[in-house]
């Protein structure tokens, strides 16, 4: 056997590069690059290494650990999990930065590579800087909390153990079914220590997206559901993005005539002008994919798993007799909510589904009302008025006119992503990028940063508001460094506009989210100037006066040859009413606030209409 003498660091850099993947008959390398923040704990082993190979495995300096864990997630979202990128930190709290993200990643189905420093393996000069020590087990450390948020987690005490341990790493980052985030510890001291790996370990290998095809008995049993349905809605989630199913999905649902209705994760499968498109479902729906979802006899999830802002926390299928036929690549959500399972990959699912049945009219008249009803809320909601201050709705509508049809839309947490789920109108298929698994505040700018590496050919627009923008924003500094322009506007509405509506609903008694007098020991509210801050960071910035100024704010930033800032002031009480549907956050059973007996009255309501049957 032949064999080459590397340290471990030089062998991991060397096997990343031997890695490609076949995207449409093109061969692209499997990592795009590295992400890094080097200490103690890295920077002497794999930095060492991945200095050797800048050529092949370009390294990205990033300001924060957890956002860079976003960028590259964001990266391998954007590229429909076919490229990803690897992250690599010190020890300790340079690792632990990574949790969140990591978390994220698992929840999504995304695949990146974390590569966390971690404390000598031969223990010899414990405890070193930054290690957490267990008095009762010597080897656990603090990378062990990555264990229930990685897909596949390993710790390599040894070098020639990535022998073995790289193909699992690649086994899980490339699977369809089981992709989610790779931990490899790299104790500090085994970075640096040489072996004699085989040779035929750094030979070039081409992955391609295995395409599962669907059990026979399975695809009959859904066939026979379809046919005698007379209410059939198709829910869309990300996974017919991750197979790159759009056209299939579209193509099967005119077939039939059935509906379709998407997720968070699965908006832009289809653009708005689809005519079967009724919008979001939801929580944070539209009013008619709701209805349909509410009589539907027969739901088709397509790669969704039917969490419950999807679900209406099991109370939105409300027909006795609707049966759940779930298409999904993973037994594990296939079986959810007592489905009849179709595991398979979705663009192949839909195309054989559509091969083996007759077309039909369907409810295209139905969905054609529905569509039209909620043009009208989408109008009237996003249009300007004559209050202070605008809307979230109001300053979406004005985006969705200035923005061309391939650009990008980027955003995570707050009150935007439910605004956005049901009002936004995708002028394109994926061009909609929301993190809403997760749920992740500070994923923005962060998560943009990822997109535009993975999107040349379009502007990216991060949508974050004032409360996620102060709990991460270094990563604008990273954007201007590295050439990648992100145009970001920036929603202030004086705090946590959308956790203090929830309070209000929930308890009658917001307090701790706005930036009101009461925040203050003096009583004064602080007034933060996200202009001056953002240009401190090198962006170019502006704060526009309403609504009127937005589209010429776009117009330069568009224009500009770096990262944009734009500030608009907005109303932190108003929420679309329209669309939406329950979603369970329990209510106090014994208050004296006001309004707590009706509270108390509806919410065990709805939890009468919850189906907890599997």
Known sequence: MKTTRLTMGQALARYLIAQSVDV????????????????????????????????????????????????????????????????????????????????????NRLPVLLLPGDTFANRRPDPVLQQIENPQCSIEVANECFRPVSRYFDRITRPEQLVTSLPQAMRVLTCPADCGP??????????????????????????????????????????????????????????????????????????????????????????????????????????????????????LAVGTRLADFTTGSRSLFA???????????????????????????????LSLLEEVMPPAEGRRVQAAEKRREWNEVTQNVTKPDTRPLPSDAQILGALNRAVDARDVIVAAAGGLPGELHKLWQVKAPGTYHLEYGFSCMGYEIAGGLGVKMGTHDCDVFVLVGDGSYLMMNSELSTSILMGQKLIVVLVDNGGFGCINRLQAGTTSRPFNNL???????????????????????????????????????????KVADKTSVIVIDADPSVSTDEGGHWWDVPVVEQSDSAGADERVSHYNQMKRKQKIDG
């Open 24 to 107: 449409d008959g093109e061969i692209l390398p499997m990592f795009e690059g590295v992400f890094a923040i080097f200490g103690h704990g890295n920077v002497a082993g794999f930095g060492e290494a991945l200095s050797q190979v800048q050529d092949s495995l370009p390294t990205f300096r990033a300001h924060n650990e957890q956002a860079m864990a976003h960028a590259a997630i964001a990266f391998a979202k954007a590229k429909r999990r076919r490229q990803m990128m690897a992250c690599t930190t010190s020890v300790g709290p340079g690792a632990t930065n990574m949790v969140t993200a990591a978390a994220l990643a698992h929840v």
């Open 182 to 299: 790779v931990t490899l510890c790299l104790p500090q001291d085994v970075q640096a220590e040489a072996y004699d790996f085989p040779q035929a370990m750094f030979e070039p290998q081409v992955h391609r997206m295995r395409r599962q095809g669907p059990d026979l008995h399975e695809l009959e049993r859904a066939v026979q559901l379809l046919s005698k349905a007379s209410r059939p809605l198709i829910i869309a989630g990300g996974g017919v993005l991750y197979s790159k199913a759009e056209e299939a999905l579209s193509s099967f649902a005119h077939h039939r005539g059935i509906p379709v209705a998407e997720t968070q994760a699965g908006k832009g499968s289809l653009s708005w002008a689809s005519e079967l498109n009724v919008g979001g479902i939801g929580v944070t729906g539209t009013k008619g994919a709701n209805e349909l979802a509410m009589e539907a006899d027969l739901i």
């Open 515 to 557: 930036f009101d007098s009461g925040t203050r020991i003096d009583g004064v509210r602080p007034i933060i100037d996200f202009v001056a801050h953002a240009r401190s960071l090198g962006a170019r910035s502006e704060k526009v006066n309403g609504i009127g100024d937005l589209a010429s704010a776009v117009r330069r930033a």
């Open 319 to 349: 027909n006795p007799d609707v049966q759940i036929l779930n298409l999904n690549v993973a037994a594990f959500d296939a079986v959810k909510h007592r489905s009849v399972p179709l595991v398979c990959d979705a663009r192949l699912g």
